[in-house]
């Protein structure tokens, strides 16, 4: 649900920051007010396409950021942001939209940048915009075997077929895979025993190849190495003015100083403490002095088994980027899928046996549920077609027809011939499609072919409001905010009453934003927005900003009267009055 919206610099709006509530909000103002613009930013949010022109002139940058809560039962966005770490706080989300002058542009959910078409994706699992072919799932056939399965309360019976679908699928993958590994059968564990009898000999040690790369350097450099630690040495303890001799000397001197002079016992103290150091590190040293022999033959052992685990490591890696601690730790781990898989190549046999006894009684399950689904969707696409119909008739299309055409894909697939199979999607054995008729004479054809805005968000309407008399509470929770531009086209009158009564009936199980221009439907609402524009005085001159306020009661019913007559006399008044009275909700 949107809780605020914040707009700047966006076409003629400056700074604009509104919240809204939840239920029925209507936008109004004079033509040319600026409406479109409110649903443009929105849009804009949304994640349409827009470029620099939004920016409002003499501006570098349009920025558009709104709060949203997340219903927690709306498992596609959350499911959505799970699976690019972003978390909600407590169900509320910041998203960011903005682009500059240069064309750069930047897009955030909560602090993670995403691209357009991420955008796009997540918020469609929140907002519907209806009216200017725009973020519109009803265009998309995909979403209308989702609306006729959450209509026939079928959405957990497909939910179900959905997983025996995905199981089968594994299952013939596997087959199909150990088939495969069949006909290479022999050839593979040839190359796999080899490997792993090769690696199994050179008995490779984690971080071996580090150790044995100091060791070779060691030795091949040997006479330099030899040369510094003897010079080392010199200067360390083989010479009268060696360190050790000089720290020796000074050490006796401070001692003797120190008895005279009381105050000189801590420094007495620390050069103890380095004197025995430097004595310890002599020690250490001179060990490692006499321990230092050249041995050709080690050396030649060492660049030996260096180049048997470069050779290991070029020939035997695991599948996938994973990181290792060391080479060795890589070819163990390639020897232990190698041994996983000649041990299931081995038992290759038995486990085809077992998956095709498990494909076989899949098959069987799927085509049950297929056909369960199948009876059940045209049921209720019957139910679903009339109940729009029929609002669609006082809507305003009195000579629509509306059909939810549920179509086998095996006749599909046959050309409209006999089907040889069953065939299967993910959701079942049918593609649902939504055809409308909106003329008499006309025949059926696609809702994406309908050229009029007005009507499409009309039927969306008709589909919302079948949706929430038949769906029990709580089983309809994305997308939780729906938007209606241009929905008033070329009605007034009765319709426009029954529209506005639709509007307020879905209002009470969605967030609902109307842009309207008719008094009879604006009555209807839970939260009056208008939308004005106004010539402001600034520093470089006059410049005309758009602006949208709260109406409180009274500004309401000026509202209304200027939206029936034009003007504010006392006739538009008293109808104002007169329609708040009948059908108005208290703000």
């Avoid at 080899?194 to 008995?203: C, F, L, S």
């Avoid at 040369?227 to 000074?250: K, T």
């Avoid at 994973?322 to 899928?337: H, N, V």
Wanted: hydrophobic content about 40%; charged content about 30%; aromatic content about 6%.
């Amino acid at each position: 649900m949107l809780k605020e919206l914040s707009v700047r610099n966006f076409a003629l709006i400056d700074s604009l920051s509104l919240s809204f509530e939840n239920g029925f909000s209507v936008l109004t103002g004079e033509t040319g007010a600026g409406k479109s613009i409110i649903v443009g930013s929105l849009s804009f949010l949304l994640g349409a396409k827009a470029d620099t022109e939004v920016i409002r002139s003499g501006c570098d940058e349009a920025g558009v950021s709104a709060l949203l809560t997340v219903d927690p039962r709306n498992r596609d966005a959350l499911d959505w942001l799970s699976g690019r770490d972003i978390e909600d706080d407590e169900g509320s989300l910041v998203v960011r939209r903005s682009v500059k002058s240069s064309g750069r542009s930047s897009i955030y959910i909560q602090s993670v940048p995403v691209t357009r078409a991420d955008l796009a994706e997540f918020m469609a699992f929140l907002f519907d915009l209806h009216g200017q072919h725009t973020h519109e799932t009803l265009l998309r056939k995909e979403t209308h075997r989702k609306y006729l399965d959450c209509f026939a309360g079928l959405e957990e019976e497909a939910a179900a077929f959905n997983r025996v679908f995905l199981e089968l699928a594994d299952k013939r993958k596997a087959l199909e895979a150990s088939l495969s590994s069949e006909r290479d059968r022999d050839a593979r564990l040839e190359i796999l025993g080899y490997g792993v009898d090769e690696i199994a000999k050179a008995k490779p040690l984690g971080g071996e190849t580090k150790e044995l790369e100091a060791e070779a350097r060691r030795l091949g450099d040997f006479e330099k190495l030899s040369m510094q630690v003897n010079a080392a040495a010199l200067a360390f303890y083989d010479d009268e003015a060696s360190l050790l001799s000089m720290a020796r000397r000074a050490r006796a001197g401070l001692d003797s100083a120190a008895s005279i002079d009381g105050s000189l016992a801590p420094m007495l103290k620390r050069m103890e403490d380095l004197f025995y150091e430097a004595e310890d590190l002599a020690r250490e040293f001179r060990s490692y002095r006499d321990g230092l022999t050249y041995d050709p033959q080690r050396l030649e052992e060492v660049e030996d088994r260096l180049a048997l685990l470069q050779k290991l490591k070029k020939k035997y890696h695991p599948s996938g980027s994973r990181d290792f601690a060391s080479d060795e730790d890589g070819i163990l781990a390639w020897k232990q899928e190698a041994e996983a898989e000649i041990e299931a190549l081995e038992g290759a046999g038995e486990n085809r046996d077992r998956l095709r006894s498990e494909i076989s009684g899949l098959e069987k399950d799927l085509a049950a549920r297929a056909a369960s689904l199948s009876a059940k969707r045209n049921a209720g696409a019957k139910r679903l077609s009339a109940g729009i119909s029929s609002i669609l008739s006082r809507l305003g299309m009195p000579n629509a027809r509306f059909q939810a055409a549920v179509v086998s894909k095996a006749a599909e697939r046959a050309g409209g011939g006999k089907p040889a199979s069953l065939v299967c999607g993910p959701w079942g054995a049918d593609d649902v499609e939504f055809l409308i008729s909106a003329n008499a004479g006309e025949p059926l054809k696609e809702l994406a072919r309908i050229a009029s805005g007005g009507e499409l968000s009309r039927v969306m309407l008709a589909i919302k409001t079948v949706l929430s008399e038949s769906v029990p509470e709580g089983g309809d929770a994305a997308p939780e905010t729906l938007v209606f531009d241009e929905i008033d086209t070329g009605i007034g009158g009765e319709v426009a009453l029954s529209v506005g009564e639709y509007l307020a009936q879905i209002g009470t199980l969605k967030q609902i934003f109307c842009v309207t221009h008719l008094a009879s439907i604006a009555v209807r609402a839970d939260n009056h927005l208008k939308v004005e524009k106004k010539v402001v005085a600034g520093e470089e001159g006059s410049r005309t900003v758009t602006g949208v306020s709260l109406l409180k009661p009274e500004e309401r019913r000026q509202e209304i009267a200027r939206m029936l007559a034009g003007d504010e006399g006392a006739a538009a008044l008293a109808h104002a009055d007169e329609l708040l009275a009948k059908y108005g909700r208290s703000l």
